[in-house]
């Protein structure tokens, strides 16, 4: 060709590295690069997909990564994330190729891309899909994929995978044999897990992997190992199946009858019913029936993490959290309980303070799709849909136990006669007190619990609040006053600093008509703030507020008031302080940065904050790092082991104490 220059079609040009396309956006600015490029156009299949060359038999050929790609986008996925590297280049290409069916994320740490899409599926019940390539890319998922398990959430990993002609190089993999590669690492942790060696096995592995995936109250994350030959290979393809949408109904099983009607007689029986609440009920949209239920029998509703907000807080019959980070107002309710009805929840330890709460020995029904769950604490069983079930339970108990309502007027007005439901306000007004004492406790800086309350009634029901590991989920669950049933959202499965920052900006994508205000400790946003340049250049916009408290005072509150040495757990050099800056770290990664210290200056800056719609804002929040609420006893155990000796070889004091409460562990 004259001038030197070379002929290419629009896809090889994008190809050979000139610009493609602006990338898709979600501010202001984005949106004027139309409205495709703002809303994301879920499961719309381009037609030229329908058109591609057919072989002879009316099949298609596609390499491994185009075939994942169709199948992705006929489960209606609609965001990959993820990075790239040289065991999923091949799969990124595929991804180009279609990305305006399926929008790409280009995260910062594999781990972290895991956490947004874990927001995402927790706020819509949809899996995203995250890639890595292999080797340490692999390996860094393994965290997110634990988070996943732990909490029930759906994932597709998509993992770049050694050559499956077993010839490849040992770059970035282990070199041991016995067929182990690092990919091994995220089976323990996975629902599904399967290595792929050829492409034709990909259709079918990728079925069974988005059915166990999305199996109700069971979701988990599923990773398909991709060996970087079989993402480069192509085979024959049916289109048509590949794109095919499936039924991804949620399924609402119901139990049978007579075991119904037993339960439903348990708890007609009960004198001092207690109703738990957990993550199922949010999973399953039983908030009302679980209302109308607690209304029907006056019972009390305490709520887990995964639960809060199932019932708002201003309900007369919400007796707040349980456990060691919980009330003392829902501990004293569940230590005389006589019956415990157990809605969508795994009883953890933070529930049943690792076993000593429940000290009246109760009954227990448990209503859960998840059969692992529902016979615990040797339950009577009712397996199925937390929404069907509950609504079944009530119909038994009105039409053929002829069960009086004990409340009127949509339940608000009870026939407060009972002692117990006297009981149950007089604990609630208690607690109420106390939390009214901490939300408004002055100080410079201010007290934490001051800081929750002025982002508390700054919030509108609209909002969604994150956190997820440290002081911040239990003092949220003792002093956040839900708004709206969906807009909390604390990981309290594994707890995992880092997740906070990019579970706002999956929460972001989930919801991008809610404000979403993330809570997270300054150790753990030095753990993972990376994902807020991820956020910038996509145009998502949403607050961080990073509690700075001079380190991780949850773990050295544990030390303190267990015994153990103030040890290693703050920002100090010697006894300095180290001078952080969140906010100039954030301006440093692209987004606003806000310095907070009294109640005035967070109001203002929150303010502020909802007006920056174009990107983040993260505000650096200084908080006292002594009297927290964390300290106040919440009247329930939490099993950490004390060291039986001392530093002189001597049983110790704090050893003894310890085994003593041990001892009441009742382990069903
Ligand atoms: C990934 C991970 N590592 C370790 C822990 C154990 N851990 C729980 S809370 C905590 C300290 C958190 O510090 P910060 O985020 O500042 O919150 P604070 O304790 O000050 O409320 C640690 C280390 C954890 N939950 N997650
Ligand atoms: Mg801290």
């Known amino acids: 060709m004259a001038k030197g220059k070379t002929k290419l079609t629009g896809t090889q040009k994008s190809r050979g590295g000139v610009q493609s396309a602006p990338e898709w956006n979600f501010s202001p600015a984005g ?58 280049v091949q799969l990124g290409q595929a991804l180009h190729e279609l990305k305006d069916s399926i929008r790409f994320v280009c995260a910062k740490n594999e781990q972290t891309a895991v956490h947004i899409a874990l927001a995402y599926a927790k706020l819509t019940g949809q899996p995203l899909a995250v890639t890595s390539s292999i080797g340490p890319g692999s390996t860094n998922l393994v965290t997110g994929a634990a988070v996943a398990r732990v909490n029930r959430l759906p994932v597709v990993l998509l993992a770049g995978e050694a ?33 792929i060696s050829r492409p034709e096995q990909l259709r079918r592995r990728l079925r069974e992997a988005f059915d166990a995936m999305l199996e109700p109250g ?70 009302r029936e679980l209302a109308a239920l607690a209304e029907l029998l ?70 859960s799709i998840c059969y692992d769950d529902v016979g615990k604490e040797r339950g009577l069983k009712l397996w199925g849909d ?26 608000r007005e009870y026939v407060a006669g009972t002692a117990y439901f006297k009981e149950i306000q007089a604990e609630r007004q208690a607690w109420l007190a106390e939390a009214d004492r901490w939300r408004t406790m002055e100080g410079t800086p201010i007290p934490q619990s001051t800081g929750i309350a002025i982002i508390n009634d700054f919030v509108t029901p609209q909002s969604v609040v994150i956190s997820a590991a440290g002081n911040l989920p239990g003092d949220l669950s003792k ?42 400790g300054d150790m753990s946003f030095l753990m993972a703030s990376q994902e807020i340049v991820t956020a910038v250049q996509h145009g998502l916009a949403y607050t961080v507020v990073v509690f700075d408290n001079g380190g991780g005072q949850s773990i050295r509150h544990l030390q303190k008031n267990s015994d153990f040495s103030d040890f290693a757990m703050e920002f100090r050099r010697g006894t300095e302080f180290v001078a952080l800056d969140f906010a100039k770290l954030a301006e440093g990664m692209g987004a606003y940065g806000l310095r ?19 990107r983040p804002t993260v505000i650096h929040l200084r908080v006292e790092r002594e009297n927290m609420i964390c300290d106040v006893d919440a009247e329930a155990w939490w099993d950490v082991p004390r060291p039986a000796l001392d530093v ?21």
């Open 31 to 88: 949106a004027q690069l139309g409205s495709s490029a703002h809303r994301i156009a879920v499961g719309v299949v381009p037609t030229e997909l329908h058109k591609e060359i057919k072989t002879p038999k009316g099949k298609t050929k596609l390499t491994g990564a185009q075939a994942v790609v169709r199948y992705l986008i006929g489960e209606k996925v609609p965001y990959a994330i993820g990075i790239f590297g040289h065991g999923n």
């Open 163 to 195: 050559f499956a002609d077993g010839v490849g190089p040992v770059l970035q993999q282990l070199e041991s044999l016995h067929g182990r590669t690092a990919n091994d690492t995220l089976e323990p942790v996975s629902k599904y897990w399967t290595r």
């Open 218 to 287: 069971d979701e988990g994350p599923a990773t398909i190992c991709l060996p970087m030959d079989v993402q480069a290979e192509a085979a024959e393809f049916d289109v048509e199946d590949l794109l095919h949408t499936r039924d991804r109904e949620y399924v609402r099983v119901v139990p049978e009858r007579h075991r119904l009607r037993l339960a439903a007689r348990r708890i007609a029986a009960a004198k001092r019913p207690l109703i738990l609440a957990g993550g199922g009920v949010l999973r399953s949209g039983a908030e």
């Open 298 to 367: 006056a019972a009390p509703v305490a709520m887990t993490q995964a639960g809060k907000g199932t019932l708002l807080f201003d309900h007369p019959l919400n007796v707040f959290s349980l456990g060691p980070t919980g009330t003392w107002c829902g501990n004293r309710i569940a230590k005389k309980a006589d019956l415990v009805v157990g809605i969508g929840t795994r009883y953890t330890d933070f529930s049943t303070a690792s076993e000593t709460l429940f000290e009246s020995r109760p009954e227990f029904v448990n209503v």
């Open 386 to 411: 937390a929404r069907e079930t509950v609504s079944a339970l009530r119909q038994i108990l009105e039409e053929e136990i002829h069960w009086g309502p004990r409340g009127t007027g949509e339940g």
């Open 479 to 520: 002093l956040w006053r839900d708004k709206d049933p969906r807009g909390y959202l604390c990981e309290w499965g594994f707890s995992t600093m880092g997740y906070e920052v990019a579970a706002g900006l999956g929460a972001k994508l989930a919801c991008p008509d809610r404000e979403v205000v993330v809570c997270v």
């Open 596 to 614: 907070a210290e009294s109640g005035e200056e967070l109001a203002t800056a929150l303010h502020q904050a909802r007006k920056n719609t174009d």
């Open 648 to 668: 002189d070889g001597r049983e110790s004091e704090s050893r003894k104490n310890y085994l003593a409460s041990k001892a009441k562990q009742i382990v069903l």
